[in-house]
């Protein structure tokens, strides 16, 4: 039977689902919850609430929109973590029902392996290592990946993630949340972008930090907030920021390691002066972006990823914290 992957992706404020083949990726569908707004963060909460009511109603537009039956789906690929643990085990129990009822196995997935793997739906993994900067709204790290499952982490933030200090800038401007999207809007009409701290210049390694950035710019807005286009000039003045950070400390994981070869992947890679900014500042010879579609939180990653990892061995656990350097290679490879 030709193998036809559910992906389902609940770790934080996204609904989505998504079916992947032999022939690639079939439907890819995606609730983000607007609910969140009006708080200016996500509530984890209200998340699990709005993943439970979602889930079935978007599993039977999935049915309809690919025009199958639920007993063509082989496999149930589910994020089980990193992510909101209420949030993750809604997605987990409608997956183990599905998979209980089809009589079909369950693929547990990490949620920042799929991030990786979304650069490469579609086409084959890189199985040369390559580096990756895994910029999302909870992790900022830079690993080394040898393939599948093999992972060794260069550096990681020491505080807030990338994302996180775009949301709560953007949420001290009032531009509501997510942060990231909007500031990137903001920036285009900056006219003298503030120029912002520059992090941990003198350590060595590829850790990095985003707090004191994110203070600084809270710090201007709130001394500054009545003179014109003060937002837009923050909102670029922590873009280029936050790039030129991420650029030099992907700059010395090339020099500690020799790899030149770049993947840039979660919810901040969907960013394009940062996009721009390392394509021409960064010592790559080649960098990789997932598609636009697939750069935030999607099921389409975790419905590749399941496509790729379908003959492991099932092993669930349900996990709020998941260091990736814990994950092991396919079963097939
Ligand atoms: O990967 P993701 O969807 O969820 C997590 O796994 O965290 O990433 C969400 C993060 C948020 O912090 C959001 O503000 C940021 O990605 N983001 C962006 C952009 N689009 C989303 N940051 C900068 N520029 C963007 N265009
Ligand atoms: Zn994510």
């Known amino acids: 039977m030709e193998p036809l992957i559910l992906g389902i992706e609940t770790s934080c404020d996204e609904t989505a689902l998504a079916l992947y083949s032999n022939k690639g990726l079939i439907e890819n569908l995606v609730y983000s919850q607007s609910e969140h707004q009006a708080y200016g963060g996500v509530v984890p909460e209200l998340a699990a609430r709005e993943h439970l009511e979602k889930l079935p109603r978007l599993f039977k537009q999935l049915l309809q929109s690919a025009n199958i039956q639920p007993k063509s ?32 196995p369950l ?85 003298q972008p503030v120029a912002l701290p520059k992090a941990l210049k003198l350590r060595k390694d590829a850790m990095m930090s985003f707090s004191g950035i994110k203070t600084a710019a809270r710090q201007h807005y709130l001394e500054h907030q009545k003179q014109p286009l003060v937002v837009e000039n923050i909102a670029q003045g922590l873009q280029a920021c936050i790039a030129e950070q991420l650029t030099r400390k992907v700059n010395t994981a090339i020099k500690t390691t020799g790899v030149k070869k770049l993947v840039v992947s979660g919810g ?37 990823l399941g496509y790729l990892r379908r003959f492991d061995d099932i092993h669930f656990e349900i996990r709020a914290r998941w260091p990736i350097e814990e994950l092991n290679p396919p079963k097939n490879l």
């Open 107 to 191: 693929i547990p997935i990490h949620h920042l392996e799929a991030h990786i793997a979304a650069a490469f739906i579609n086409t084959t993994f890189e199985p040369e290592p390559f580096l990756t900067l895994l910029v999302s709204g909870g992790h900022t790290q830079i690993l080394l990946t040898n393939g599948i499952g093999n992972y060794q982490l260069l550096g990681q933030t020491l505080d807030d993630a990338a994302g996180e200090a775009f949301d709560k800038t953007a949420k001290v401007m009032g531009l509501g949340y997510p942060g990231g999207p909007k500031i990137e809007q903001k920036a285009q009409d900056a006219t």
């Open 73 to 104: 789906i082989t496999h149930i690929a589910v994020t089980c973590g990193p992510g909101l643990i209420g949030a993750l085990l809604v997605g987990h129990n409608f997956a183990q029902g599905l998979a209980q009822a089809l009589n079909i």
């Open 268 to 304: 901040v890679s969907a960013n394009q002066f940062i996009r721009s900014y390392l394509e021409k500042h960064s010592l790559t010879e080649t960098v990789l972006f997932p598609d636009l579609k697939y750069c935030t939180d999607n099921a389409a990653m975790v419905a590749y």
